[in-house]
């Protein structure tokens, strides 16, 4: 290699190209560092920085006076005494203060939620609800009683019962109004003043095994019906029932029965069709007992129509195959 160096030099002499190399050194390269200053100047420096620091202060900071301190002076004499090992930090310091300003803050505690009885709000009833609309219980038992409606279906008894009996206030109102409101799943609806109370009798449901069967004792002139699935003694559907009930109970030949009323709507399951028929109006009802704490609620009603029921022959061949089947 140093003999391929020596002549490759010695052709560039010969064409008069050669040139020494300059040797590498840092002194001919400028330093990226900066020069340092003279200690002179560092001390100078360092001076006025510290100065700087012990005097410089916020603007906004300036304008405030003294921070106060909420540390009450038996805790701050406490602190003084303390020996330098066991002072207080900041933090510490912050946490007595926050500490006693919560205790001259009187802070009120909202609960979570409001109490049992203020959540039981009442809902507004719509117009068109048949809970706002009163009956004429007796007009209406006149019309139905042992009668079948030539249409299957709640919603018809419905409309039939608020056209026949409804007072001329609630029909005037609601003129001109298509369809009423009403809960057409549950086992009971309750109106103005009256209440609909709906039984099934047969059908695939009533079997052995099931022990909700609803039957007609001492030769129908009982009924047991039982409450929805979502009904307990504190219903307030149960409540109304059991009110009415005991009013209708209580009436004699001196205390005639009251207009409000329950009114009871059957209706059978034909095996021919496999489906259910139409409702019948089997009366008014009367409270007769009901078992406490039972699930579903356990009532016996008393039919009080029961002798116009078997009176007349057309109702009476009806009345008995309800109770019958």
């Not at 139905?144 to 026949?164: C, D, H, N, P, Y």
């Not at 609806?189 to 099931?210: D, K, R």
């Not at 009323?261 to 139409?278: D, M």
């Not at 409702?279 to 009532?299: E, K, T």
Request: hydrophobic letters at 35%; one cysteine or more; aromatic letters at 8%.
């Amino acid at each position: 290699r140093a003999a391929k160096i020596a002549r490759n030099e010695a052709r560039l002499k010969e064409l008069g190209l050669w040139k020494p190399m300059p040797v590498k050194s840092n002194a001919g390269y400028p330093s990226k560092k900066r020069p340092a200053a003279p200690a002179a100047a560092k001390s100078k420096k360092l001076q006025a920085r510290s100065l700087s620091l012990v005097t410089r202060r916020s603007p906004r900071l300036s304008k405030q006076g003294d921070r106060p301190n909420y540390v009450e002076p038996k805790l701050a004499d406490e602190g003084r005494r303390s020996s330098t090992n066991n002072r207080q930090s900041h933090q510490e310091k912050e946490i007595l203060s926050t500490q006693e300003i919560s205790k001259e803050t009187k802070v009120t505690k909202i609960p979570s939620s409001p109490p049992s009885s203020s959540r039981q709000s009442v809902t507004p009833v719509p117009a068109n609800s048949v809970r706002s609309i009163s009956l004429d219980t007796q007009k209406l038992v006149q019309t139905f009683l042992g009668r079948s409606f030539e249409q299957t279906g709640k919603e018809f008894v419905i409309q039939q019962a608020f056209r026949e009996a409804a007072y001329a206030d609630d029909l005037q109102r609601l003129e001109g109004v298509s369809r009423l409101s009403f809960n057409k799943y549950c086992g009971a609806q309750l109106w103005q003043n009256a209440a609909f109370l709906w039984i099934n009798i047969g059908g695939p449901t009533s079997s052995a095994s099931n022990s909700v069967i609803n039957e007609f004792p001492q030769g129908g002139r009982l009924v047991t019906w039982f409450g929805g699935s979502r009904m307990d003694e504190g219903s307030s559907v149960i409540q109304s029932l059991l009110r009415m009930g005991r009013e209708a109970a209580a009436s004699t030949e001196s205390i005639p029965l009251p207009s409000s009323g329950i009114i009871l709507w059957c209706r059978r399951y034909q095996q021919e069709s496999k489906k259910f028929g139409s409702y019948i109006c089997l009366g008014r009802l009367a409270y007769d007992s009901h078992v406490p704490g039972s699930y579903p609620v356990a009532f016996t009603w008393r039919l009080i129509d029961y002798d116009d029921l078997i009176s007349s022959p057309e109702r009476r061949e009806v009345f008995l195959e309800v109770v019958q089947s």
